[in-house]
Every structure is written in structure tokens, then in C-alpha cells.
């Protein structure tokens, strides 16, 4: 009979993860809660893989990585990478590979790729490449170097203890390095040259976004059922009349389109999520092509009524609002604010 729940608990667990109708998480501790009020396991083994060694690395790598992100250490490594591959997107993810497989090889896969993540988007930024190409092949590097050594994964390691207590003796160190090693090898150089183009590419909306004259903000548009843009290509459109603007997606419904690979119109009540500068998205807005989501009344770029106030406000690192979604922020419920666009440092 167990062994038919379990089988319910993951066909279900299945089903919510590809269709997404509830968050990744809330799904994951409904799988536990479930599995305690069947029977089959108790709390206490339920709970017992939080204090798993590889969950709270992973949790702690999550700190580091962040922590070098606000220090500078990722854009120093970023600049490294850049100096050495000058400047090349393909040497660059060759150095990136090589350096995410021989740290994979003595360190468990998992944080060596949460560390590179934030040095991939920096680097994609540099050199104007897509990122998408590129995370995948990094995680498959390290998967692919884990295997070259007893602990570059833990799988290694669960396989050495089974040998031993079976008398057949436990692994070496690198005893699987002979085999490891040129499988790493050729699976590297296959994803420098397949990835790029076998994985889509898509752009990173962060780029553009810093401190300086050509600074870009990220705005969500919603499309309104008398407006004139409808039934035009969204990439063509804004490219012709709005010169620093570009759109990111379009989103209807719950489906997500990118208008530079995906044949799509715009249709009402689209959302566009859109980069641009400044002026751009107040000349967009001051035209009533669009407007912004969640009907903003009150707010007037032309010059018949009380024209609004544009400011730019700075949340600090103790600010009570990091964290919060921003339609749920104190921001979003005063009438005399509208949130236009955000610019992230």
C-alpha cells in the first residue's frame, strides 16, 4: 500500500511542478507534509534532510556568493577573465569551463556553480553575449568534473562506503580519474561549440542598469484594448520610433513571449516588460500607447493639467523594504506615488 501513495505523492508532485499552478517550494513542503500524514515517514525523518550537510552548504554558498557580489570579488573575477580571454566570448567560456571543472573536481559541484552564476551575467553584460547559452554548460562542466574525483560529488563518495562495507575495498582518491578526466574533456569542448547553438539565447534584462549616463531602467507596460500599437510587432515597432528602448517580453496570459525570436503581435492587455532610458518611458507613457499595469490614475506627463513630479528614489541596504514584492510595498499603496520604472545597482 506504501508503495502506491508514494506513487500518487510524485505523479501529483509531478504534475504541480511542470504546470506550476503553485510556487516550486510551497509544492516541495506539500510533498513532506503529505508523505508525515500518510504515515510513511515520520517527522522526524521528514525533517531530518534539513540538516543535511549538502542542504546547508548549498544554503551557506548562497551567502558567500552574494557577499561577493557586494565586496567585488565577482567583478574582479569577471575582470580577470576578461583581461586573460580578451575580450573573447568564446576563450572567456572556455576559461569560465576550466575553471568550473577543476574546482568541481576537489569541491561539490553545487555552490562552485552558485559562485559563477552572478560572474556568467556580469560577463555576458562585458561582452554583450546571452547568458542563457552559457549557465547550462556550466553546470554540466562541473556535473561532468565532479565525476573525475572520490569527492567531487557526493555520489562518489555514497558508491566508495557501499564497496567497503561489501569487502570489496573503497575507492581511491583518483582512481576514477583515468576515465573522468577525458570523459570532462570532451564533454567541455562539446558545450563550448554546441551551446551557443542549441540553447536559446536570450537577453539579461540587469545589462544597461548601472550608475552612468547611458543608464536603462527595467518598466512593465500593459497594452490597453483601444490602442493604436495593437496588432504590430512588438521588436519592430519600438526599435523604429523608440531608439533606446527594447522589448524584453511579452507576456499574455501565462505565456511568455520573446519578440526577438518569437513571430508575435501585440494584442490587448498584453504586458510588455520593456529596458529603456528615461525619457523614452515618459514619452511612451505621455502618448497613451500604453499604460502602466494595474491602472495608475492620477498620474499626467502632458501639460493640460498638474504635470507629475518624476524623482528617483534610493532604497538603502537597511531598508524595511527589501525583500517585498513591489506591488505589496507601502510605495505601491499611496495614491500620490506611481512606481514608473526600477534601475538596479
Given at each position: 500500500m506504501a508503495i502506491w501513495l508514494v506513487t500518487a505523492i510524485l505523479l501529483v508532485a509531478m504534475l504541480l511542478l511542470i504546470t506550476e499552478r503553485l510556487p516550486v517550494d510551497l509544492t516541495s513542503i506539500g510533498i513532506m507534509v503529505a508523505l508525515i500524514l500518510t504515515g510513511i515517514l515520520t517527522p522526524k525523518e521528514a525533517i531530518a534532510g534539513f540538516a543535511s550537510p549538502a542542504v546547508i552548504t548549498v544554503g551557506s554558498m548562497f551567502l558567500i556568493s552574494k557577499g561577493m557580489i557586494r565586496t567585488g570579488a565577482v567583478g574582479f573575477i569577471s575582470q580577470k577573465v576578461l583581461q586573460y580571454s580578451r575580450g573573447g566570448p568564446t576563450l572567456t567560456i572556455l576559461l569560465i569551463l576550466i575553471i568550473v571543472g577543476t574546482a568541481s573536481a576537489f569541491i561539490n559541484n553545487t555552490p562552485v556553480v552558485v559562485l559563477f552564476i552572478p560572474i556568467i551575467l556580469s560577463l555576458s553584460c562585458e561582452l554583450n553575449f546571452s547568458p542563457s547559452k552559457f549557465l547550462i554548460p556550466v553546470s554540466y562542466a562541473s556535473i561532468l568534473a565532479g565525476t573525475c574525483t572520490l569527492i567531487g560529488t557526493s555520489t562518489?563518495?555514497?558508491?566508495?562506503?557501499?564497496?567497503?562495507?561489501?569487502?570489496?575495498?573503497?575507492?581511491?582518491?583518483?582512481?576514477?580519474?583515468?576515465?573522468?578526466?577525458?570523459?570532462?574533456?570532451?564533454?567541455?569542448?562539446?558545450?563550448?561549440?554546441?551551446?551557443?547553438?542549441?540553447?536559446?539565447?536570450?537577453?539579461?534584462?540587469?545589462?544597461?542598469?548601472k550608475d552612468d549616463e547611458h543608464r536603462r531602467y527595467l518598466a512593465e507596460l500593459h497594452v490597453p484594448r483601444k490602442s493604436p500599437i495593437i496588432g504590430e510587432n512588438p521588436d519592430s515597432y519600438f526599435t523604429e520610433k523608440y531608439a533606446n528602448m527594447e522589448v524584453l517580453e511579452l507576456i499574455r496570459y501565462s505565456h511568455v513571449f520573446y519578440p526577438d525570436r518569437d513571430p508575435v503581435k501585440i494584442a490587448p492587455d498584453d504586458l510588455l516588460l520593456v529596458k529603456g532610458s528615461a525619457n523614452d518611458l515618459v514619452e511612451i507613457l505621455h502618448e497613451e500607447v500604453v499604460e502602466l499595469p494595474l491602472t495608475e490614475e492620477g498620474i499626467n506627463f502632458g501639460d493640460k493639467q498638474k504635470e507629475s513630479l518624476i524623482v528617483e528614489l534610493i532604497i538603502p541596504p537597511q531598508s524595511s523594504l527589501l525583500g517585498e514584492r513591489l506591488v505589496s510595498t507601502r510605495l505601491r499603496r499611496d495614491p500620490d506615488i506611481h512606481i514608473i520604472a526600477i534601475k538596479r545597482r
Open positions: 562518489n563518495i555514497i558508491i566508495s562506503d557501499l564497496s567497503a562495507k561489501h569487502g570489496l575495498g573503497s575507492l581511491g582518491m583518483f582512481e576514477l580519474s583515468p576515465l573522468g578526466v577525458p570523459i570532462a574533456l570532451l564533454g567541455i569542448f562539446f558545450l563550448i561549440f554546441a551551446s551557443p547553438k542549441l540553447m536559446p539565447g536570450l537577453h539579461n534584462p540587469v545589462c544597461e542598469l
